[in-house]
């Protein structure tokens, strides 16, 4: 079945076979089979069995979420109103959402999972990364990433998110567990292994043990680093050819001298820096230097509470210095760098049709108008889904 989505006043493709024509003006374009089949000027576009007519309104990429923890129970409001009040950010908060995800059911927590698919969904999300890091248990890390499979296919085996409470005094034989008996059962259900180097987690040296061993199962890499200070989780990251590092607010000149070299991604996470009332990082300089970055929500219970990646597009033209157009590309082809997909992001033909009709005549009102719904259709692989 095929789907045309004619009548857009603006779309923007971000198509890197046509990169001197990132938007068009009085545009279509064709889904087949799940697939961009055309793109081109409205008057030119071939027939469909169906349709879906833009009304001038301007047409984007679906957002590429390349970092979420999502299956999870219970919240940490008291925590961020204490931030609020100048009480600063820690990792320690993570121990109160592991015990309430352990005392859940997987009942419990698939239905909030669903919940939060939903609500990105409708915020033009479509294609999301999910980690585990609420379990610290081989089965309940193993249950986190099981959940997190049936909703999208790139999932991530986050077991060293932080120390386990029943290891704190046994720091190395909680390391030995993630890179053992934990990765094993997780590693079937996980595309990705992540770690998270913090003073308050784990160290360059742990996570290089972590990362290995992940490897070693056939797992691509991830990093969290440098969200509270230039940790030598960068230069780890660069190391071992990680696909991300992820939070990236401090960084060292020689950091970012090796991104600038390197294929990994700094994943910037404004919606975090709003959350926590910490510095943003300065994207205009990254992407000055040469550095491929990416826009995602980090979407958590603890250090941000938010899924919306037009409101981290907004931020990131509001306080890291990116035009609209860079953080829109951030967000969608950025974020598919991150994952290491050529197939989504973007809507040059042959990728995913995944794809957003705004309420508005221009990309731009996604940091114009903040805080304001403005998805007034979804498409998911060519599917139209219910607003």
């Known amino acids: 079945m095929s789907l045309a ?58 957002f590429v979420d390349s970092h979420s923890h999502l299956v999870f129970a219970g919240d940490r ?32 927590l698939r239905a909030r999972l669903a919940r939060h698919v939903a609500e990105v969904r409708a915020q033009g999300t479509t294609t999301i990364e999910v980690k585990s890091g609420y379990g610290l248990t081989v089965a309940d890390e193993q249950r986190a990433v099981r959940l997190a499979a049936e909703v999208t296919p790139e999932t991530t085996f986050l077991g060293a998110h932080v120390v386990a409470p029943e290891y704190a005094d046994d720091r190395d034989a909680y390391v030995e567990l993630v890179c053992g008996e934990m990765l ?4 079937p ?14 160290t360059v040296d742990e996570a290089r043990r972590v990362l290995k061993a992940g490897r070693a199962a056939g797992l691509g890499l991830r990093v969290h680093a440098g969200q509270r200070a230039a940790d030598g989780g960068v230069a780890l990251a660069v190391e071992l050819g990680a696909a991300s590092v992820d939070h990236a607010t401090h960084l060292t000149g020689d950091d970012v001298d090796a991104l ?25 300089h990254l ?16 250090s941000n509470y938010s899924s919306s990646m037009p409101l981290a597009i907004a931020l990131a033209v509001r306080e890291m210095g990116l035009t609209p157009l860079e953080a829109l590309a951030a967000a969608t ?21 995944d794809l957003v009709v705004l309420q508005a005549p221009d990309f731009r009102w996604l940091g114009y108008r903040p805080g304001v719904p403005l998805v007034a259709h979804t498409v998911l692989g060519g599917e139209v889904l219910a607003s």
């Open 5 to 62: 989505v004619d009548n857009i006043g603006q779309l923007v493709t971000l198509d890197p076979a046509d990169p001197e024509r990132p938007v068009r003006v009085d545009a279509a374009l064709v889904i087949d089979d799940g697939r961009i089949a055309w793109v081109g000027d409205a008057r030119r576009a071939p027939a469909a069995d169906s349709r879906l007519d833009a009304r001038g309104r301007a047409v984007v990429p679906g």
């Open 77 to 108: 409001a008291d925590e961020w109103e204490a931030r609020m009040t100048g009480v600063p950010y820690t990792a320690g908060g993570i121990l109160r959402t592991v015990a309430a995800t352990r005392a859940a059911s997987d009942d419990e």
């Open 184 to 187: 094993a059962a997780c590693a």
């Open 189 to 202: 259900h996980s595309r990705w292994i992540d770690v998270f180097i913090d003073a308050g987690a784990f």
């Open 260 to 284: 600038a070299a390197a294929s990994t991604v700094a994943t910037l996470l404004p919606l975090v820096e709003f959350s926590t009332r910490q510095p943003y990082p300065d994207a205009r």
């Open 287 to 302: 992407i000055n230097a040469g550095v491929t970055i990416a826009i995602a929500s980090d979407a958590n219970p603890g």
């Open 333 to 353: 082809v950025g974020g598919a760098a991150a994952l290491q997909r050529g197939d989504v992001g973007h809507l040059g033909v042959g990728a995913r049709g």
